[in-house]
């Protein structure tokens, strides 16, 4: 079955430095590729996305880019800021008889010190 | 838009008891949602997809008759924890998808359980 393999946590940054969280993932079919965040005590909203091979995926500094050929999609950013304190979701989406079932990864816990 | 909320955000009850949990989307149909329980280590586990009208699609190792989802309408789909016990104590979120086929889920805020 479909599995998504995120690096260990927690990753504990000073502010301004550079992120990678590290995604890795097996599908069957053609997957869809998402990073989700988690605040403190929320639920998670969608950082990011992309849909098919060499897409890259940004928003609010973050960037992810789909690479079929080492079936990853590592999240990174330039410089992070002590708001970005989250847990970061890594997902896979794979339409299995017309619905898309999603598949997450166990979550990257993110500290920002200042 | 695609504001998704859960009610209620906290419950405490005693073991034995039924809880229910409300999934909501506020300003768009949702045809498929989603019910997801989270555990302590941040895990998130698909525990059941449904659609409206039809019955819910369980994960395996999710009973059925424990989590009862009905997807009533629309915008309103609920997850009926029955005869709690305090291993049933999580953090349970739903989502939804906005169209049929459509791949990006929008989250409600999570609901906690504390079973005694």
């Known amino acids: 079955g479909d599995s998504v393999t995120q690096m260990e946590g927690p990753v504990t940054l000073s502010e301004e430095a550079f992120l990678t969280i590290n995604c890795t993932y097996t599908a069957t079919g053609y997957p869809s590729l998402f990073w989700y965040v988690q605040y403190p005590g929320e639920g998670l909203q969608l950082l990011l996305k992309?849909?098919?091979?060499?897409d890259k995926g940004s928003n609010k500094g973050f960037e992810a880019t789909y690479r079929k050929e080492t079936t990853s999609f590592h999240l990174e950013k330039g410089s992070v800021q002590v708001s970005d304190s989250a847990v970061y979701f890594c997902a896979l989406s794979d339409r299995t008889g017309g619905s898309y079932i999603p598949t997450f990864g166990r979550g990257t816990s993110l500290i920002v010190h200042p | 838009g695609a504001v998704v909320s859960q009610h209620p955000s906290w419950v405490i009850c005693k073991s034995g008891t039924s809880v229910k949990i409300e999934c909501r989307s506020l300003?768009?149909?949702?045809?498929?949602m989603f019910w997801y329980r989270q555990f302590p280590k941040q895990s998130l586990m698909l525990m059941a997809t449904?659609?409206?009208?039809?019955?819910?699609?369980?994960e395996q190792g999710v009973e059925k008759d424990k989590f009862l989802i009905n997807h009533a309408s629309l915008t309103l789909s609920t997850l009926t924890v029955t005869s709690a016990h305090p291993e049933d104590s999580s953090f349970y979120i739903c989502s939804a998808t906005r169209d049929r086929g459509q791949e990006t889920q929008y989250f409600g805020p999570g609901t906690r359980l504390l079973v005694l």
């Open positions: 992309a849909t098919k091979a060499d």
């Open positions: 449904s659609n409206e009208g039809s019955k819910a699609t369980y």
């Open positions: 300003d768009f149909q949702a045809t498929t």
